[in-house]
């Protein structure tokens, strides 16, 4: 008997999760197959009880439920409690409970990369759920000042008030400079947007997605310009490695993991820029 896990948010059907997971599971000799399934909003309290009923094992929670499933979890973990976001759920004998691994996932990514987080003036372009695990994640990294813009200010302010850090109007954007640029909106996901121009991003060193979806998204095409830029697949890959630890206690095989979730990705930008 195979036991289920999935991602569950809106959109999903871009998600690169179940290819990651499923050869994860399948390398491991785990019996277990992941799936993705779309959940709208008004649909999040039937579908925690079908996770409940239905004995789904282990569940990813993407946009826009991270902050709002916190409500419907019997437990929280202490990261994902001080975060306010869950990303991750884990069902033991029908008790639910919420993790947060995206922080760790941002981490990685810049450690990957060779970016040290110490000291760093860094701003984070948006307010929602994947953006307090950014923000929690450059805390933790010893980032110097941090300045979150948001379209809805009082989004921005709430953060600010609940991480110490600086919340800025969306119309002073024009003028922000630092050391690291992170774009945490769902802007630019199988599209050719981005939040903010190259005037902007042109003053920062190093930039990071999250949207990985194109790969390279058009707000990391402009940054290419200026500096490293760090695309949103490897903060998704680490994420997942922490998920997959989670959910079966065992180490994942990450350079496989990386490798399919890459090529998988290219072979779908080429149709988004189409």
Same mark, same amino acid.
């Given at each position: 008997?195979?036991?289920?896990?999935?991602?569950?948010?809106?959109?999903?059907?871009?998600?690169?999760?179940? +290819?990651?997971?499923?050869?994860?599971?399948? #390398?491991?000799?785990?019996?277990?197959?992941?799936?993705?399934?779309?959940?709208?909003?008004?649909?999040?309290?039937?579908?925690?009880?079908?996770?409940?009923?239905?004995?789904?094992?282990?569940?990813?929670?993407?946009?826009?439920?991270?902050?709002?499933?916190?409500?419907?979890?019997?437990?929280?973990?202490?990261?994902?409690?001080?975060?306010?976001?869950?990303?991750?759920?884990?069902?033991?004998?029908?008790?639910?409970?919420?993790?947060? %691994?995206?922080?760790?996932?941002?981490?990685?990514?810049?450690?990957?990369?060779?970016?040290?987080?110490?000291?760093?003036?860094?701003?984070?372009?948006?307010?929602?759920?994947?953006?307090?695990?950014?923000?929690?994640?450059?805390?933790?990294?010893?980032?110097?000042? +941090?300045?979150?813009?948001?379209? %809805?200010?009082?989004?921005?302010?709430?953060?600010?008030?609940?991480?110490? +850090?600086?919340?800025?109007?969306?119309?002073?954007?024009?003028?922000?400079?630092?050391?690291?640029?992170?774009?945490?909106?769902?802007?630019?996901?199988?599209?050719?947007? %981005?939040?903010?121009?190259?005037?902007?991003?042109?003053?920062?060193?190093?930039?990071?997605?999250?949207?990985?979806?194109?790969?390279?998204?058009?707000?990391?095409?402009?940054? #290419?310009?200026?500096?490293?830029?760090?695309?949103?697949?490897?903060?998704?890959?680490?994420?997942?490695?922490?998920?997959?630890?989670?959910?079966?206690?065992?180490?994942?095989?990450?350079?496989?993991?990386?490798?399919?979730?890459?090529?998988?990705?290219?072979?779908?930008?080429?149709?988004?820029?189409?």
């Amino acid at each position: 008997m195979y036991e289920v896990y999935g991602v569950i948010g809106d959109p999903v059907s871009h998600s690169l999760s179940p +290819i990651m997971h499923n050869l994860a599971f399948k #390398e491991k000799n785990v019996k277990a197959v992941y799936g993705a399934f779309k959940v709208r909003p008004s649909d999040l309290a039937k579908a925690v009880e079908g996770i409940r009923a239905l004995n789904i094992k282990g569940v990813s929670v993407t946009i826009p439920h991270k902050e709002k499933i916190i409500e419907y979890l019997d437990e929280i973990d202490e990261i994902a409690q001080e975060i306010g976001a869950v990303n991750t759920i884990l069902n033991k004998e029908g008790i639910l409970k919420g993790f947060n %691994t995206d922080w760790i996932g941002v981490l990685k990514a810049f450690e990957e990369n060779g970016v040290k987080l110490k000291d760093k003036k860094v701003v984070v372009i948006g307010a929602g759920g994947a953006s307090k695990a950014v923000i929690y994640a450059l805390i933790k990294g010893g980032a110097k000042k +941090i300045y979150v813009y948001n379209r %809805t200010f009082e989004k921005a302010k709430l953060l600010e008030k609940k991480f110490k +850090i600086t919340a800025k109007p969306w119309e002073e954007l024009k003028k922000a400079d630092g050391d690291i640029i992170i774009q945490a909106t769902s802007v630019g996901l199988k599209s050719w947007e %981005t939040p903010v121009g190259e005037e902007i991003i042109s003053r920062f060193k190093v930039a990071m997605d999250i949207v990985y979806l194109p790969l390279k998204t058009k707000f990391l095409s402009l940054a #290419e310009r200026y500096g490293k830029i760090i695309d949103g697949l490897q903060m998704l890959l680490y994420q997942g490695v922490e998920q997959f630890k989670i959910w079966t206690g065992m180490e994942p095989p990450l350079e496989l993991m990386k490798k399919a979730i890459y090529e998988e990705a290219k072979n779908l930008e080429k149709e988004i820029l189409k």
